[in-house]
């Protein structure tokens, strides 16, 4: 039987919130330093099941509606999509581009096909992870 603990729902709200922006500082750092899809994923899956452990399973999917393996799905045809996109160019499969570009807030930028492959990870792990915990958890 799960009690209504305040503490732990009001600290988890805010350590979610944290660990997401950390995900997406990971993910998005992961072309020049050590992280990417996997280690994003990773971490986004470790804040959804705080969530898990803070509220009960009916509220945290009510409150995300996703269908986890959906998001495998999509996340495989990323990165299948990405890895097989270098074949129309007659290159090696998974071979990725980049281009810098001026964009208007950021400024200098380099654009990576590779961001691509990224997100299909990122969502393949964050689906699997969570579908795992949630046959795990769904008997409870």
């Known amino acids: 039987m799960k009690t209504n603990d305040l503490i732990l729902q009001t600290t988890t709200k805010i350590a979610v919130f944290i660990i997401l922006l950390f995900s997406l500082h990971i993910f998005f750092a992961g072309h020049y330093y050590p992280g990417g899809g996997f280690v994003g994923g990773l971490l986004t899956s470790g804040a959804l099941v705080l969530l898990l452990l803070a509220f009960d399973i009916k509220t945290v999917a009510n409150s995300l509606p996703f269908n986890f393996r959906i998001m495998i799905a ?9 890895g097989a996109g270098a074949l129309f160019f007659n290159v090696p499969f998974l071979t990725h581009a980049f281009d810098y570009f001026n964009l208007p807030l950021l ?13 299909g990870v990122y969502l393949c792990v964050v689906g699997a992870t ?3 915990i949630q046959t795990i958890g ?3």
């Open 130 to 132: 969570m579908t795992i």
């Open 138 to 140: 769904g008997s409870e």
């Open 74 to 82: 999509t996340g495989l045809l990323f990165a299948i999509g990405t």
């Open 107 to 119: 400024g200098k930028t380099s654009l990576h096909t590779a961001v691509l492959f990224d997100i």
